[in-house]
C-alpha cells in the first residue's frame, strides 16, 4: 500500500513538471506586447535615430514559443530590429521561460529623397505563436536637410530656407566674411557644434511664427527637445562686426548668445528676438556692445550677465524667470 502511495505521488510530481517544462500550444496562450507603436518625431535624413524598444511577455505558467518575430518590410525597410540581442530582420523559434519576457529594439535611419517637406514612413512588426499573429506599428518622419561639417564662412554667403540646417563640428563666419540668413530658416546644431561669428552675421527673420529664425538643438525627440543645454549656442567673438538679429528665436542652448570685448559702435543689434531655456546664460556680454529692442530673455539659468563694462542699450525688453523655489 505505501509502495503504490509513493508511486502515486512521484507520478504526479513527474507529470506536474513534466507539464511546467513543456510548451503551451493554444492560441488563446496569454502572451502581452508592452506597445502596439512606437513613433518617432522628426528625423534628419542620414542621422540616426534613438532606439526605442517594448518588451514581449509570456504570461502563462508553461513555456512558449514564438514561431517568428518579423519586420514585414524586410532589409529595404528604413527601421532595424535587434531581437533579444541579435540584429535580425526575422527571428525564429524564440523560447520564452514561464512569466519570463524578452527586449525587441528599433531603431531608424531614413534616406534622403527629393521632398522639401517633412515626409512619413512606415513598417511593423510581426509576432507569430500558435497560429496567433500580433502587430507592433513602425512610424517615423523624415526630413531632408542640409548637413553642415565643420562650416567655415570665408566670403559673403546666403543660406535660403528651402531645407533645415544641421550643424556638426562648428559652424564659422570667419573675419571679414559674411553670413546672411533668410526669413523662415531653421537652423539646428549638434550638442557640441557651437556658432562662432569672428565676421557678420545677419539673421533677417520677419514677424510671423512661419518665418523667424530658429536656432535649435537637434535633438526632436522627447524629452530631449524641451532640455537646456542641448548645443552650446552662438558667440560672437572680437573681430565680430556690425552683426544684427531681427526676428531669431534662440532657444535650449548652453548659454544662447555670447558677445566678448567690442565697445565701438554696436557689435551687436536684436529686434524682437526671444532667448528661451538656456543652461546658463541667455545674453553674456563682456566689455562688449549691443543695442537690442523688444527681446525676450526667459527661463534661463541666469537670463543676463554684463561684466567688464561696455555699452548696452536695451528698449522695451523682457527678462523672465520661474524659480522653481517657494
Not at 533668410?182 to 550638442?191: D, N, P, Q, T, V
Request: a negative charge.
Amino acid at each position: 500500500m505505501k509502495t503504490s502511495l509513493f508511486l502515486i505521488l512521484s507520478l504526479a510530481i513527474l507529470f506536474a513538471a513534466c507539464r511546467k517544462d513543456s510548451f503551451i500550444t493554444s492560441a488563446d496562450a496569454n502572451v502581452r506586447v508592452s506597445a502596439d507603436s512606437l513613433k518617432y518625431d522628426t528625423l534628419f535624413t542620414t542621422a540616426g535615430s534613438v532606439t526605442k524598444s517594448f518588451k514581449i511577455i509570456n504570461e502563462n505558467n508553461r513555456r512558449l514559443r514564438l514561431s517568428s518575430v518579423q519586420l514585414m518590410g524586410g532589409n529595404n525597410s528604413v527601421f532595424r530590429i535587434n531581437v533579444d540581442g541579435v540584429p535580425t530582420t526575422e527571428a525564429s523559434n524564440i523560447e520564452l521561460e514561464a512569466n519570463d519576457s524578452i527586449y525587441v529594439f528599433v531603431q531608424v535611419t531614413v534616406d534622403p529623397t527629393s521632398a522639401d517637406l517633412p515626409f512619413i514612413l512606415r513598417d511593423s512588426i510581426r509576432i507569430a505563436y500558435n497560429g496567433t499573429e500580433k502587430f507592433v506599428q513602425l512610424e517615423a518622419w523624415g526630413q531632408n536637410a542640409h548637413f553642415v561639417r565643420d562650416g567655415e564662412i570665408l566670403g559673403n554667403e546666403t543660406w535660403t530656407n528651402d531645407l533645415p540646417y544641421v550643424i556638426l563640428g562648428y559652424l564659422r563666419v570667419n573675419e571679414n566674411a559674411s553670413l546672411d540668413i533668410e526669413k523662415g530658416s531653421r537652423l539646428y546644431f549638434h550638442a557640441n557644434a557651437p556658432m562662432v561669428v569672428n565676421g557678420t552675421l545677419h539673421v533677417n527673420g520677419s514677424v510671423d511664427s512661419t518665418e523667424r529664425v530658429y536656432f535649435l538643438g537637434d535633438r526632436m525627440d522627447e524629452p530631449y527637445r524641451d532640455y537646456p543645454a542641448g548645443w552650446p549656442g552662438i558667440y560672437f567673438s572680437e573681430t565680430s562686426l556690425a552683426s544684427t538679429m531681427e526676428y531669431a528665436v534662440i532657444r535650449n542652448a548652453y548659454q544662447a548668445v555670447v558677445s566678448l570685448g567690442i565697445t565701438g559702435p554696436a557689435n551687436l543689434t536684436m529686434n524682437s528676438c526671444i532667448i528661451d531655456n538656456a543652461y546658463d546664460a541667455g545674453l553674456l556680454a563682456v566689455n562688449s556692445s549691443i543695442r537690442a529692442s523688444n527681446l525676450l530673455v526667459s527661463n534661463s539659468g541666469k537670463n543676463i550677465v554684463i561684466s567688464k563694462g561696455g555699452r548696452y542699450e536695451f528698449t522695451n525688453c523682457s527678462f523672465v524667470g520661474y524659480s522653481s523655489r517657494f
